[in-house]
């Protein structure tokens, strides 16, 4: 039955408009100290790297509130006892989070449209003759150089209406790229005309462009006149995101309910949130965040699940694991990288290091620093990251035929719980079956997806069993406990099934459990390189 007893409290998912939401009375956590912070620190254009579904569209939209004059939109906030004059600007706003972007020319008409909505406003009538012709081969070039014109065009002609220098706010600059169809010559059209920043400088009050990851060569990113990256400041470190403190300060009555809905204590419960949608960290003197839109679908659902995974992993991170020989399994126990690097990082098609753009993405954080050698430790933020990671490798990677029951990891847990090891071997070997290596007859790179599909497996269905790695007399490649059996694995490449049960007994890997009371089942496995899958298990219990 349906509780309307709390309906007033009314969550923003979805909700990036900041004034709609607060004309509908929607909970918010009130980041206008960083908006005030911006707008009066004396740097005129700012550039913020943040994870998707990470509140920078509802911070753009809040920019674009302020600038607006919009004064009654923040009554009882805490810029509201900061700013004494509320002025209403001229704003363009380039709103890139959704739309077809798939040819530069797409890109190019989307900005055309925002610069007539901003001519029609202001009155502004612009004719092409205005600009004069170059000699230039690069059609898409000379649109941007056009349409760059236009901009600082347009912008002269308010400032000399109104006296007033002009806002730019450009939401997921970067999705246009993401999703070109030709990289190189959207980053053309990006170049050509958001040299506007630099040329038009003095008809320009402040400029906000945010996104996932820097993109090199743009002009956005080069030049004395490129925006300030705030992405790793450690004042800023919470500009997006929640706080542990703004979780408590403005979802107790939320996190009382999902705590009584999963049965669980006030604190119980607030460490689980912090298990699976916390541990985000800018900087290593920062603050740690949730993610905003999973906690907040935690609480309307008042369920735990994996909310990120729903809206799919991003595209590019995609094609560039395709067009790698990335080893998945060098995530699992954190890695090292320069804090130098991170920071200066720029993606460069398909140049760029992964680890760097798995940071940017929002799959790694900042796990501790070590100052001698300026590097990061960088891990998994959460349990809802890792497994959509995980899952997201499986589902790009490992396509099984539905006949093969595809990698549904209720079905190996079946297996495992009715103790059906010849289950779990077949599902295993239909992963391997649908490997896309037929033409690689490389060893380096055979064993390497060998063991990434053990990996893969055994991680995931450790977030439901136990699954233990080492034990103090060596290193098992597997140990999976659940209510009734303790099962061991090791795993052999172009060797034999009796050799990797033997070395589970060498190594004694069992002995610790012997006294456990769930029946130890051992399993010794081969893979063969040259049939590309397992064709040899022993089994002993």
């Known amino acids: 039955m349906l509780d309307f007893s709390d309906i007033s409290r009314k969550l923003p998912i979805g909700v990036q408009s900041f004034e709609n939401l607060r004309e509908v009375g929607c909970l918010y956590v009130d980041k206008t100290d960083y908006v005030y912070f911006l707008t009066h620190s004396g740097t005129k254009s700012y550039f913020l790297a943040r994870p998707r579904r990470f509140g920078k569209s509802l911070f753009a939209n809040t920019l674009r509130a302020y600038f607006e004059g919009k004064k009654e939109c923040f009554a009882g906030l805490k810029i509201d006892a900061l700013e004494k004059e509320w002025i209403k600007y001229p704003i363009v706003y380039f709103d890139f989070v959704d739309g077809d972007y798939s040819t530069p020319q797409t890109l190019i008409d989307k900005i055309k449209i925002v610069l007539q909505d901003f001519e029609k406003e202001y009155g ?233 753009l798995l940071y940017y993405s929002g799959y790694l954080t900042i796990k501790s620093y070590d100052r001698p050698t300026r590097a990061y430790t960088l ?64 060893i380096k790179y055979l064993e390497r997806d060998f063991q990434n599909v053990i990996y893969l497996v055994f991680t995931i269905l450790g977030q439901f069993v136990v699954s233990e790695l080492h034990s103090s007399k060596g290193r098992a490649d597997s140990i999976l406990i659940n209510q009734n059996y303790v099962y061991i694995f090791e795993f052999k490449m172009d060797s034999d099934a009796q050799t990797a049960l033997d070395q589970i007994n060498e190594k004694d890997y069992a002995g610790r459990f012997k006294a456990d009371g769930r029946k130890i089942v051992k399993v010794g496995v081969n893979f063969s390189s040259a049939k590309k899958n397992i064709d040899d298990w022993k089994v002993e219990v």
């Open 124 to 356: 502004i009538q612009f004719e092409e003759k205005f600009i004069a012709s170059e000699n230039n081969e690069d059609e898409d070039n000379i649109e941007a150089q056009k349409l760059s014109f236009r901009f600082r065009y347009d912008m002269e002609s308010v400032y000399q209406k109104t006296g007033l220098q002009t806002v730019i706010i450009v939401d997921e600059y970067d999705n246009p790229l993401i999703t070109s169809e030709n990289l190189s010559e959207s980053k053309k059209v990006f170049r050509g005309f958001f040299s506007v920043l630099k040329s038009a400088d003095k008809f320009i009050r402040f400029a906000f462009i945010a996104g996932v990851t820097k993109f090199a060569k743009t002009s956005i990113f080069s030049g004395a006149n490129q925006p300030l990256d705030i992405s790793s400041n450690e004042k800023l470190s919470a500009i997006c995101g929640i706080t542990h403190e703004e979780l408590i300060d403005n979802f107790s009555p939320e996190i009382k309910k999902l705590a009584d809905n999963q049965e669980l204590s006030f604190d119980e419960c607030v460490a689980e949130l912090k298990h699976w949608y916390d541990g985000y960290l800018f900087h290593e003197k920062g603050v740690k965040v949730f993610n905003p839109v999973s906690l907040l679908s935690a609480f309307a659902n008042e369920d735990f699940q994996n909310y990120w995974y729903d809206t799919g992993n991003p595209t590019i991170l995609m094609q560039r694991i395709h067009n790698s020989y990335f080893d998945f399994r060098y995530l699992e126990n954190d890695v090292k990288y320069p804090k130098d690097l991170l920071k200066s990082h720029k993606d460069d098609e398909f140049k760029a290091d992964l680890v760097a």
């Open 379 to 442: 891990g998994f933020p959460n349990n809802e990251i890792k497994l959509s990671f995980l899952n997201g490798l499986v589902d790009e990677f490992y396509q099984i035929p539905d006949s093969l029951s595809g990698f549904n990891y209720s079905y190996f847990l079946d297996d495992f719980a009715s103790g059906n090891i010849e289950g779990v071997i077949t599902r295993l070997q239909a992963l391997y079956s649908s490997l896309p290596y037929a033409n690689d007859n490389n």
